[in-house]
């Protein structure tokens, strides 16, 4: 009689390390986040750039590690499921930073912005309607239900989108 191995299983060793990713992950994005703001830039397209430069890094270091500590019950599969561990892990960090930063360290911070993107909309000369309606997305997307929901899978979409990309490149790179 032969056993067959499960094609997934995720393993407590896989959780952890994703998850110790994950935790490294939003550690970095809240100092760097808190870095640029500090220097003036941190709604600048510095923000976005540093967002995906560790997104990518952590990615592939939890991917690098998981892949030799796991060796060849590593896959393509659970490099997506750790992906999404990590992702998700670091962006309730980030919004849970956020949270505090906007409710008790800048409460006038939503305004703020709101005021700079107002006037920068205003210079492409995007009708009124158009400026009150990104205003007011923006404005709600930190309500407190909408960061710790509906903006999670909205950025952590596309950073998980971005992960399992260079995941697969890196993967598909090693097996050559």
């Known amino acids: 009689m032969t056993t067959s191995k499960p ?24 100092i ?24 990518i890094t952590a990615v592939l270091l939890c991917t690098k590690e998981l892949k030799r500590k796991l060796l060849e019950d590593f896959s393509f599969l659970k490099s997506f499921l750790s992906v ?29 912005i709101s005021e700079k993107w107002t006037i920068m909309l205003q210079e492409k000369n995007l009708s009124t ?5 990104q205003i007011s997305r923006f404005q709600k997307s930190y309500e407190p239900l909408n960061m710790f929901t509906i903006e999670i899978i909205y950025i952590g979409l596309s950073q998980f ?9 890196y993967l598909w790179r090693a097996k050559k």
Not at 7 to 30: D, E, H, N, Q
Not at 88 to 107: E, H
């Open 161 to 169: 989108i971005l992960g399992c990309v260079a995941t697969s490149l």
């Open 129 to 133: 309607d158009q400026i009150k309606n």
């Open 7 to 30: 094609v997934f299983l995720i393993t407590k060793r896989m959780v952890r390390i994703s998850i110790k990713w994950g935790v490294i992950l939003g550690v970095a994005l809240v």
């Open 84 to 112: 999404l561990i990590v992702i998700l892990i670091s962006r309730y960090i980030f919004q849970a930073y956020m949270y505090v930063y906007i409710n008790f360290v800048d409460p006038n911070w939503i305004e703020t």
């Open 32 to 55: 760097g986040t808190q870095i640029l703001t500090w220097l003036g830039l941190g709604t600048s397209n510095w923000f976005i750039v540093l967002t995906y430069v560790l997104v």
